[in-house]
């Protein structure tokens, strides 16, 4: 098996495992559960197949929400994120991004960051606006978007940083 493979399966039953029993049972204040599974879409390789991407990224998804009881809503955020991946490192990376030589080891700290932040924003404004589903709740949603995507995000980062191999 080839080892970007066997790395990626790793992380994947990984990632499941600690959402699901760790992460799902902080309930810091109350409400702020992080959802660092999504660094799982900062991990998967970029020139990957977008078509496995994205049954990945559903699979991701379904197994959460399997084990939290959330009805598909995990399984929708995350492949909306999957289908919108190479729109935000177009935006992040620039053009860069589409070339066959293109590394995370080559871009900036900052990129990176707004990357994932971009990932963890999209991913919980689909999350909250299915979850609570009411525009009249438009401040409530905006709360738990910003409460819980700024602990994930400071999650995120410091997986990707303690976790990421040197080279990437």
């Not at 084990?67 to 809503?73: G, P």
């Not at 299915?130 to 709360?143: F, G, N, P, V």
Request: proline share 3%; charged share 10%.
């Amino acid at each position: 098996m080839n080892s970007v493979v066997a790395v990626n399966i790793v992380r994947f039953v990984l990632l499941v495992l600690a959402q699901v029993l760790i992460f799902n049972t902080l309930g810091f204040l109350g409400y702020i559960n992080p959802m660092v599974y999504v660094v799982f879409f900062y991990w998967y390789p970029i020139k990957g197949n977008r078509a496995l991407f994205m049954l990945i990224a559903f699979l991701l998804g379904f197994i959460i929400d399997v084990f939290s009881d959330t009805l598909a809503l995990h399984a929708i955020a995350s492949l909306t994120v999957a289908y919108a991946r190479p729109v935000i490192m177009r935006f992040c990376f620039g053009i860069n991004y589409e070339f066959q030589n293109f590394s995370f080891k080559n871009t900036t700290k900052v990129q990176r960051v707004t990357f994932l932040g971009l990932v963890v924003l999209l991913h919980h404004v689909v999350f909250f606006s299915l979850e609570i589903l009411s525009l009249s709740h438009l401040l409530l949603i905006l709360k738990r978007v910003f409460a819980v995507g700024m602990v994930t995000l400071i999650l995120c980062v410091l997986f990707s940083s303690l976790f990421s191999p040197p080279s990437e």
